[in-house]
């Protein structure tokens, strides 16, 4: 699981890549505040792992983009906000 914290905004972000019983792949994101039980998920179905890998970069990539920090696994930090 990749995980991004904005800060200022207390926002955060979340996605994993998933496989599922029969073998197909999907990305779970999560967001919502900080420190808030509300948030939002989405899964996208993704035809391969590849697919699914390219598709985590392109959201890192935007969430750097936004001044989001990443955190936990998967980021080489384990300082959980």
């Known amino acids: 699981m990749l995980r991004w914290v904005h ?3 207390q926002r955060y972000y979340q996605a ?6 029969l073998g197909g792949w999907s990305v779970i994101t999560a ?5 808030s039980r509300l948030g939002r998920m989405r899964t996208h179905w993704v035809e391969t792992r590849e697919a699914g890998e390219q598709r ?3 959201i890192a990539e935007r969430r750097r983009r936004h001044g ?3 955190r ?3 980021a080489g930090s384990q300082d959980q906000p």
């Open 7 to 9: 800060v200022q905004k």
């Open 72 to 74: 936990g696994e998967g």
């Open 56 to 58: 985590l970069r392109e």
């Open 16 to 21: 994993d890549l998933m496989e599922d019983l």
């Open 31 to 35: 967001w919502g505040g900080l420190g």
């Open 68 to 70: 989001y920090q990443p």
